[in-house]
């Protein structure tokens, strides 16, 4: 079965500075694995997917993040950090040759200090 | 487009009553899915829909919860006898369903609050 580890659950980081979430994910062969945002009273927000091809993605708001086969790894990053970005960010996994369910990791929570 | 919506947006119930939760997909959407997030936890899933066809099940969806898509447009999901163990957010999602895999847009959920 797929899992993903999300291991820090609370980042702090000044505005303007660069950022990283870490996501560790376990699946058997080539995942689709997404970032999503979370803000409180919303619902999620896709950031960036990856399905296969460029292990670099670009996403919305200035994200990226990179697929790293070796480390089972899709950790998410921005160089600078907005006060708007503080959120909920969610790393998620999904089983390839079929459309259905994702399987997410417990989050993030990222607080962003003036 | 006007996005996925769920109604209500919240619902306070008494342990043992029965609730029913309704998401609209994003219109032309054949896919829609249901997780249940608890505080402090990602979303977890409970089961997915291709146009009317439930095509799978969580082991998290118990006897006391029943989904339905009459049609393959709204969708309801139903909890019977509630427990306080139910109280959480109620996410649907939907997807176009025209490829292998596409991206699921969320709704705002349904927070449930058992007493």
């Known amino acids: 079965a797929q899992s993903v580890t999300q291991p820090d659950i609370h980042i702090t980081v000044s505005e303007g500075a660069s950022l990283e979430l870490r996501c560790n994910y376990s699946y058997g062969a080539t995942p689709y694995l997404f970032w999503y945002v979370q803000s409180p009273g919303q619902g999620l927000q896709l950031l960036l997917k990856?399905?296969?091809?460029?292990?670099l993605v670009q996403g919305i708001k200035g994200f990226e993040a990179e697929f790293k086969r070796s480390q089972s790894s899709f950790n998410l990053r921005k160089p600078s950090v907005h006060w708007s970005d503080a959120a909920e960010y969610f790393c998620?996994?999904?089983?390839?040759?079929?459309?259905?369910?994702?399987?997410f990791g417990t989050g993030t929570r990222l607080q962003v200090t003036l | 487009d006007t996005g996925v919506s769920q109604n209500p947006r919240h619902k306070i119930t008494k342990r043992g009553q029965n609730v029913t939760f309704r998401c609209d997909p994003i219109?032309?959407?054949?896919?829609l899915y249901w997780y249940r997030q608890t505080l402090g936890q990602g979303p977890e899933f409970l089961t997915y829909f291709q146009n009317e066809a439930q095509l799978e099940k969580s082991r998290l969806l118990s006897d006391r919860f029943s989904a339905e898509r009459p049609k393959g447009s709204f969708s309801t999901l139903e909890i019977q006898r509630t427990e306080q163990g139910d109280s959480a957010m109620y996410l649907c999602?939907?997807?176009?369903?025209?490829?292998?895999?596409?991206?699921?847009?969320f709704g705002p959920g349904t927070r449930l609050t058992v007493l």
């Open positions: 990856y399905f296969s091809g460029d292990t």
């Open positions: 998620a996994v999904g089983r390839t040759g079929t459309a259905s369910k994702l399987t």
């Open positions: 219109s032309e959407h054949n896919r």
């Open positions: 999602a939907s997807s176009p369903g025209t490829g292998l895999y596409n991206e699921q847009f």
